[in-house]
């Protein structure tokens, strides 16, 4: 017998509400909404404002707020956002210490209760997390992502679709590296459906475009006190949709490399297909050398990091 699909969605906050509203909507399955026993209140408060958001909306999928890992257990999908978020002047990075005691923590949980879940990371800084939630857990490379290039390409693809007053939806983007200040736009591959942006904006507007892409995330910090979270929790969505309808979609995410771009044993955003077998493959697509000098340069920020991660 065919069953819904479960979904974990461990941290109940800003993008965690976010997540269960999208995979409720989207009738993804049924949502457990996961938080530590002091947010127990707010993920049962959260799930059940979105229970009773069906019946307007009318949607069936049944979501769960906890702080009890056992309702996590056999989860097809869990998606992870606990951590803290950035404040303004803060970069990803600062928030290493903090997050990875956390992630540490439910790594050690998802290896107990989600042994055969596809697990996409969110909490940053995202690259460290991934690698480090991989690590933990012992889970195969292609159960365990990271989002991040899809969040950072929709970024561009709104920038780039702005300045050049053509549909959002004709805008083709791609962002690869790490998920900081060295993340690379690579504008070789953007296009209006086929067209190369290169040939239809001036390089000095592109350049500008580049610059906005990758200090994003601040920009929003910057608004708002906190990191965005609309644009975050709907680019996981369509990774869980890929993996859990079989779309086979070509998406930038970071995935474990083993030898792919030149890398070993590190976590970086690079084009991927996403089926049901997970990261199904890495896709490597040929760069222009200022572009893979850019992506080397992300690398080894993503590297330190992980180095440092090593020594807390
Ligand atoms: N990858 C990306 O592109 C991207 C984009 C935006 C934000 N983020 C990151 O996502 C994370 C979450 O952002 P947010 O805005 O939802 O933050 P938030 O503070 O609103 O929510 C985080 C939640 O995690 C919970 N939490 C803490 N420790 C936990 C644990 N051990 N187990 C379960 N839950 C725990 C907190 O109680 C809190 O409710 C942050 O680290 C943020 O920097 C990543």
């Given at each position: 017998?065919?069953?819904?699909?479960?979904?974990?969605?461990?941290?109940?906050?800003?993008?965690?509400?976010?997540?269960?509203?999208?995979?409720?909507?989207?009738?993804?399955?049924?949502?457990?909404?996961?938080?530590?026993?002091?947010?127990?209140?707010?993920?049962?408060?959260?799930?059940?404002?979105?229970?009773?958001?069906?019946?307007?909306?009318?949607?069936?999928?049944?979501?769960?707020?906890?702080?009890?890992?056992?309702?996590?257990?056999?989860?097809?999908?869990?998606?992870?956002?606990?951590?803290?978020?950035?404040?303004?002047?803060?970069?990803?990075d600062?928030?290493?210490?903090?997050?990875?005691?956390?992630?540490?923590?439910?790594?050690?949980?998802?290896?107990?209760?989600?042994?055969?879940?596809?697990?996409?990371?969110?909490?940053?800084p995202?690259d460290?997390?991934?690698?480090?939630?991989?690590?933990?857990?012992?889970?195969?490379?292609?159960?365990?992502?990271?989002?991040?290039?899809?969040?950072?390409?929709?970024?561009?693809?709104?920038?780039?679709?702005?300045?050049?007053?053509?549909?959002?939806?004709?805008?083709?983007?791609?962002?690869?590296g790490g998920?900081g200040d060295t993340?690379?736009?690579?504008?070789?591959?953007?296009?209006?459906?086929?067209?190369?942006?290169?040939?239809?904006?001036?390089?000095?507007?592109?350049?500008?475009?580049?610059?906005?892409?990758?200090?994003?995330?601040?920009?929003?910090?910057?608004?708002?006190?906190?990191?965005?979270?609309?644009?975050?929790?709907?680019?996981?969505?369509?990774?869980?949709?890929?993996?859990?309808?079989?779309?086979?979609?070509?998406?930038?995410?970071?995935?474990?490399?083993?030898?792919?771009?030149?890398?070993?044993?590190?976590?970086?955003?690079?084009?991927?297909?996403?089926?049901?077998?997970?990261?199904?493959?890495?896709?490597?697509?040929?760069?222009?050398?200022?572009?893979?000098?850019?992506?080397?340069k992300s690398a080894g920020a993503v590297r330190e990091l992980?180095?440092?991660?090593?020594?807390?």
């Amino acid at each position: 017998m065919p069953r819904r699909h479960k979904i974990a969605l461990i941290g109940a906050g800003n993008i965690g509400g976010e997540l269960a509203a999208l995979a409720a909507r989207e009738e993804l399955g049924d949502v457990v909404l996961f938080d530590i026993p002091e947010k127990e209140g707010v993920a049962k408060g959260k799930a059940l404002d979105l229970e009773q958001n069906g019946s307007v909306l009318g949607y069936d999928s049944h979501i769960t707020g906890t702080a009890n890992w056992d309702d996590c257990a056999g989860a097809d999908v869990v998606i992870v956002t606990a951590g803290v978020p950035r404040k303004p002047g803060m970069s990803r990075d600062d928030l290493l210490s903090i997050n990875l005691k956390i992630i540490r923590n439910v790594g050690e949980n998802l290896k107990q209760k989600c042994k055969d879940a596809f697990v996409i990371v969110i909490s940053n800084p995202l690259d460290a997390m991934v690698y480090e939630l991989k690590k933990v857990t012992g889970f195969q490379k292609s159960k365990v992502v990271g989002m991040a290039g899809v969040l950072d390409s929709a970024r561009m693809q709104l920038f780039l679709a702005r300045e050049l007053g053509v549909s959002i939806k004709d805008v083709r983007p791609m962002v690869l590296g790490g998920h900081g200040d060295t993340m690379v736009p690579v504008t070789s591959y953007c296009t209006v459906n086929g067209v190369p942006v290169k040939t239809l904006i001036a390089k000095d507007k592109l350049d500008a475009i580049v610059a906005r892409t990758a200090g994003g995330g601040g920009e929003i910090v910057k608004l708002m006190g906190t990191s965005a979270y609309y644009a975050p929790a709907s680019a996981a969505i369509q990774m869980a949709r890929a993996y859990l309808y079989d779309e086979k979609r070509l998406l930038p995410c970071a995935a474990y490399c083993e030898g792919e771009y030149g890398y070993k044993d590190l976590y970086i955003g690079v084009p991927v297909v996403i089926g049901a077998g997970g990261v199904e493959k890495i896709v490597q697509i040929e760069l222009t050398s200022d572009e893979k000098a850019m992506l080397d340069k992300s690398a080894g920020a993503v590297r330190e990091l992980v180095e440092a991660s090593k020594k807390l």
